[in-house]
């Protein structure tokens, strides 16, 4: 039998602000934030919950009482339910088959009525719980404006659905050359266009390819589309920036901040392409020891929205744990930036970021096993 798991750890007990002027003075919500943090299991029961690619596939059902997490090697779908932390079972999926969902995946999106969108590199497709392939999304340049035959084959990169299920978006590029821009397509139809976002050039520019002759490798910054209060934010890791688009009125607000802790962008530049494995390494940690920006996380109780920030620190040596400084921002419901606090006692950037029960909870591994770090915030 296994254990029954409650919360494990005592609270910890962190302050982050500093003794400078109230927040209602400064405009920074979270100027005197501090927080404690307790740690919470999910009970797997007889089961094993495969945690080799932590949370990167999972998604919550659309009323947040249900975690889905899919297992890229056999192909199941682990379904947790929030309300009790348990593990309320298993659906299974077929790898190969007119049913196959593949092998290489890159998200999962759970979608209406038990059915699940699953992004691939092998294809694009809808699946219902009981494992039956729905409908395939693919993207065709003859029906959407100003997409290329080139990008075509990469249409399907960060694609979702919108909430209501009647768009899609995508953002079509190549991972070598050139910049990533805005698909937008009625759905089913898949009809639609591109629209240019130039303010992701930064991102696109930042990356580093490495030949030899023993391998090829890219490295490239995040571009990322969400969907909040019926508008597609896209951002990126690069830069502060963020775009708002309204599809309902077919309307592009680029959003631009002034950070006091952080810079705003990265500003280094580097080799487009090297030949060996050190300097590729060299090269990424110019690029990530300056500030990368992470995707937004909403607190619907609050109607605010979060989202941390981080710059790796040098390691001491080659085979040291990489050590983080850790920035969380705050936004108000039309993305204006409130407040920004550096976190001291974190060396790691929070993972999998989420609101519930007004505390913060975000995803650790505890000895294999699925557990959460419930951070309670106090302003």
Request: contains cysteine; proline residues 4%; charged residues 25%.
């Amino acid at each position: 039998m296994r254990k029954l798991f409650m919360f494990l750890l005592a609270p910890l007990i962190f302050s982050c602000g500093g003794n400078s002027s109230e927040k209602a003075e400064s405009g920074n919500i979270l100027e005197n934030l501090s927080f404690t943090v307790d740690t919470v299991l999910v009970d797997p029961g007889e089961e094993l919950i495969n945690l080799a690619s932590g949370l990167r596939l999972a998604d919550f059902s659309p009323d947040k009482k249900k975690l889905y997490l899919l297992n890229g090697v056999d192909q199941s779908l682990a379904v947790i339910d929030m309300e009790v932390l348990k593990l309320s079972g298993k659906n299974q999926f077929e790898a190969e088959g007119p049913n196959g969902i593949g092998n290489y995946h890159n998200r999962i999106q759970i979608l209406s009525g038990d059915r699940m969108y699953i992004n691939s590199f092998q294809s694009n497709a809808i699946f219902n719980f009981q494992g039956i392939k729905e409908e395939t999304i693919k993207i065709l340049a003859e029906n959407i404006d100003s997409l290329s035959i080139e990008d075509e084959q990469n249409a399907w990169y960060g694609l979702m659905l919108s909430k209501d299920e009647k768009k899609v978006f995508s953002l079509p590029g190549n991972f070598f050359e050139g910049g990533r821009n805005l698909l937008v397509a009625d759905f089913p139809s898949l009809k639609g266009k591109v629209i240019q976002l130039p303010a992701t050039d930064l991102a696109s520019n930042l990356r580093v390819i490495l030949k030899s002759k023993e391998m090829m490798s890219v490295s490239v910054q995040e571009i990322f589309l969400q969907e909040f209060n019926g508008k597609i934010i896209i951002g990126n890791s690069a830069s502060s920036d963020v775009y708002q688009y309204d599809y309902v009125v077919d309307s592009l607000e680029l959003k631009t901040y002034q950070h006091v802790l952080v810079p705003n962008r990265k500003e280094v530049s580097v080799k487009a392409e090297v030949e060996s494995q050190e300097e590729f390494q060299a090269e990424m940690d110019k690029i990530n020891q300056q500030i990368a920006f992470q995707r937004f996380f909403e607190d619907p109780e609050m109607k605010r929205y979060y989202r941390f920030g981080k710059i790796n620190l040098p390691k001491p040596s080659p085979d040291a744990e990489q050590k983080e400084e850790v920035f969380l921002f705050a936004y108000d419901r039309d993305f204006n930036l409130i407040g920004e606090s550096r976190l001291k006692e974190l060396t790691k950037v929070p993972q999998f970021p989420f609101f519930k029960d007004g505390k913060l909870w975000s995803y650790v591994n505890v000895e294999d096993e699925l557990g959460f770090a419930v951070f309670d915030l106090s302003f």
